[in-house]
């Protein structure tokens, strides 16, 4: 009975073994709160200099665990001083893994002004880390938002579509057209935990102060959002003529597009009509495609990314206006409702939602 039997789990456990367990999707990225106090304080001394740095930690299951972060120095033009910091970086995953820290790469950090991260670079460093890294994600963080009071803080990743078109180097209309990827498929949004643990908690529970906060401590508050509010405008407008530049290009791409199937068709009505003429003669007849001719030359398709990526940044930049105090009281001016009404709208947050909401309850 147990020489029958032995085999059947032998091959039963060989087969298991052979077969590659599907990683679960990713759904969370769990950071530690002493990484997200590094992570600010190195973008935040820097500001308005962009940043980067190594985030470590563990991949379990659906959950990204980043229990440490270092940064990289600042990057220049000169091949010696990026050796130097490749070296650098090796050199600190040795010294962590000496100390017992956890010392696996499971992606990077960088800040980012008004917002701006879009960018192809971005998409560069994704594809580079992927070659070695199965799952990572990019942690951004804007100092700027920070500023009024927003932790800017977002985790992200390339979509599994994307990367595949962009492996290949396709991005045409029709191979856009038939994995149905548009401008809002390129970036993944990973929901961020920020976890400390019990021994961590209990201190900052000792350091909470309990004087309670006076007026003046509020007075001292920066609420001012005009020059954020105006350096969006200017950006916004700026991805504006940008992307209107592309657009010029796909015009371009289509007239001279055509103009050759206008010229193709002249050349096929011209071979055919001479066809007739060589078969009435009773001789061969001429194909109808010459490859070597320059009208069945195929037109190259601009690539279509520069669009999405600038297309994805004014949605950025128009979700952080409709979120700016200014903007809504300039709409609340226009739509000629009362002051209750702006406050009412910046004590329970800023959207066009409730906005339009307001102005009909107004007007009844």
């Known amino acids: 009975m147990a020489n029958t039997t032995t085999p059947t789990m032998a091959r039963s456990f060989l087969q298991v073994a052979a077969t590659e367990e599907a990683a679960p999707p990713l759904r969370a990225v769990q950071i530690e709160g002493l990484v997200v106090l590094k992570i600010i304080k190195h973008c935040k001394e820097f500001s308005p200099s962009l940043v980067t740095g190594q985030l470590l930690g563990l991949d379990v299951g659906s959950v990204l665990e980043v229990t440490n972060c270092f940064p990289f120095p600042i990057r220049e033009e000169d091949e010696e001083i990026e050796a130097e910091g490749a070296n650098y970086q090796l050199e600190m995953m040795r010294c962590l893994r000496e100390v017992n820290v956890d010392n696996n790469t499971v992606g990077w950090y960088q800040s980012m002004l008004f917002g701006c991260f879009q960018t192809v670079e971005l998409i560069e460093t994704f ?146 009509s001479e066809n007739m003429s060589r078969k009435a003669a009773g001789e061969e007849p001429l194909p109808e495609e010459d490859p070597s001719n320059p009208v069945f030359k195929p037109i190259p398709e601009p690539s279509r990314l520069d669009s999405f990526l600038i297309t994805n940044q004014i949605a950025n930049y128009c979700n952080q206006i409709n979120g700016s105090d200014e903007f809504v009281t300039f709409i609340v001016v226009a739509m000629g409702l009362g002051v209750e009404t702006l406050l009412s709208l910046r004590v329970s947050g800023q959207s066009f939602s409730r906005l339009y909401l307001m102005k009909a309850l107004h007007e009844n």
Do not use: H
């Open 127 to 272: 594809m580079n880390y992927q070659e070695n890294i199965r799952r990572c994600v990019c942690i951004i963080y804007d100092p700027s938002r920070a500023n009024q009071g927003v932790l800017a803080l977002k985790a992200l990743k390339l979509s599994d579509s994307f990367m595949d078109l962009y492996r290949n180097n396709n991005f045409t209309g029709e191979k856009l057209r038939e994995k149905n990827l548009s401008w809002v498929d390129i970036f993944e949004e990973i929901p961020i935990k920020v976890s400390n643990s019990a021994l961590i908690s209990a201190f900052m529970t000792e350091l909470e102060d309990d004087t309670p906060v006076t007026q003046c401590d509020y007075d001292r508050l920066q609420l001012s959002t005009s020059p954020y509010l105006e350096r969006n405008v200017e950006f916004l407008i700026e991805c504006m003529d940008d992307l209107s530049i592309e657009q010029q290009k796909f015009q371009y791409y289509y007239r001279n597009l055509s103009r050759q199937q206008a010229q193709q068709q002249a050349w096929l009505q011209k071979r055919r």
